[in-house]
């Protein structure tokens, strides 16, 4: 699932670690999400568009769409 995970990382100065410090997830699944690899979970993934303060549609791409 496309996403723009990095790039909101990115723009805060906040390492894969310490996102996944804030997620609770390790600094692998967020390297997973960034890279595409793996598609989060849906809990996670609003977990995401919270901490961001982001509708979860502008983290997260709609594959259906």
Do not use: C
Not at 50 to 55: I, Q
């Amino acid at each position: 699932m496309r996403n723009r995970l990095k790039l909101l990382r990115v723009e805060r100065g906040w390492t894969q670690e310490q996102l996944g410090q804030a997620l609770g997830v390790s600094r692998q699944a967020v390297n997973a999400l960034e890279t595409e690899k793996h598609d989060p979970s849906l809990d996670l993934a609003y977990r995401i568009a919270v901490l961001f303060e982001r509708p979860v549609e502008d983290v997260f791409e709609n594959p259906h769409a």
